[in-house]
């Protein structure tokens, strides 16, 4: 259930991203070179999140589905206008291939992609900052930890065993409150909508990935709430696999047989929780810098264009993207 100041956001979202496409676009374009510049004199630490989401080394070129930048597929609406906030300072003959949507394996041919699986040989899907508004939508917590309920709790659409799977293991713990509000869920697994800021009145919140990535994973790490869930198999511009275990989140077994001890231990040992939840919070805060994000966007796109064939590196952007 949305609220008035998300429903505002949201408008918002959509104003500022028509008025973009209204607006002259070579404007964008002219201001390509001046953009790439500042973002040359970075710091690592967005030469290291840029290579990180865009792994390519070797040349390549695009596959015959690749799309042109100015006839990307408009659907849906808020992966088309992310894309198209940094698209739009390129050549919009250039060709990508991207695919939008939950992607649960690594393409085939390197593509412009929301989240990979986490493994190895992911490479080729070159992650990109899409559905920002809903997976980056990370409010304040302004309760204490030891302020909240001694309660853990999870809401969620049942899509996939896993969750199911974690309501069975915990429908007999009375210090749960864990269950769906979807209004198709069976009786045994149902239990009312709880809003964001209702959750974190809870001291405790478990993530658990639904067709790809946790939703609720960004805002539990950056509140006061402790997050319990196993290891992540997905990433997205989050890198939920730098994530670790015991310093951003307390790891849960996958039949969540340790979930009672965790909770027991931490309620003991409440600075303990609090170390764990400082250590998120701050990893939380890298994605705050506006400046940093758009920097790292761009160049993921460029060196993207580069290693494609598609343009001519500038020797100090190249020597900044390769370090």
């Not at 505002?8 to 991203?17: P, S």
């Not at 304040?140 to 069975?168: H, M, Q, S």
């Not at 939380?284 to 343009?311: D, H, M, P, T, W």
Request: proline content about 7%; glycine content about 2%.
């Amino acid at each position: 259930m949305a609220t008035i100041q998300r429903t505002t956001a949201r408008v918002f979202y959509y104003a500022r991203n028509v008025l973009r496409d209204i607006a002259p676009q070579a404007l964008f374009r002219w201001r390509l070179a001046g953009r790439l510049e500042r973002a040359r004199l970075s710091d690592e630490a967005v030469r290291r999140r840029l290579n990180y989401y865009n792994e390519l080394q070797d040349a390549f070129s695009p596959s015959p589905a690749a799309v042109r930048l100015d006839n990307l597929p408009p659907t849906p609406t808020m992966y088309y206008y992310d894309l198209r906030e940094f698209a739009r300072y390129f050549d919009p003959a250039l060709l990508v291939d991207v695919e939008f949507g939950d992607v649960i394996e690594v393409p085939k041919v390197p593509t412009l992609v929301k989240d990979r699986p986490i493994r190895a040989d992911n490479g080729d899907a070159v992650i990109m900052k899409f559905n920002k508004f809903r997976h980056f939508h990370m409010p304040a917590d302004a309760i204490a930890f030891a302020d909240k309920r001694p309660v853990v709790v999870w809401r969620g659409d049942l899509n996939n065993p896993k969750r199911t799977r974690f309501l069975d293991a915990v429908r007999d713990l009375p210090f749960c409150d864990a269950g769906s509000h979807k209004s198709y869920a069976p009786a045994e697994y149902s239990k009312p909508f709880l809003s964001i800021s209702q959750q974190l009145r809870y001291r405790y919140i478990v993530s658990l990935e639904g067709n790809d990535v946790a939703t609720n994973l960004k805002w539990i790490l950056n509140s006061n709430s402790l997050c319990l869930m196993p290891s992540p198999t997905y990433e997205t511009w989050f890198a939920e696999k730098q994530l670790e275990a015991g310093v951003h989140y307390v790891p849960l077994e996958a039949d969540f047989s340790n979930l009672a001890e965790r909770v027991a231990y931490f309620e003991r040992h409440p600075a303990e929780a609090e170390r764990i939840i400082a250590a998120a919070n701050a990893y939380c805060r890298q994605f705050s810098n506006e400046q940093a994000e758009e920097a790292i966007s761009l160049l993921v796109l460029y060196k993207y264009f580069v290693l494609s064939g598609q343009i001519d590196p500038d020797p100090e952007v190249w020597r900044f993207i390769q370090g």
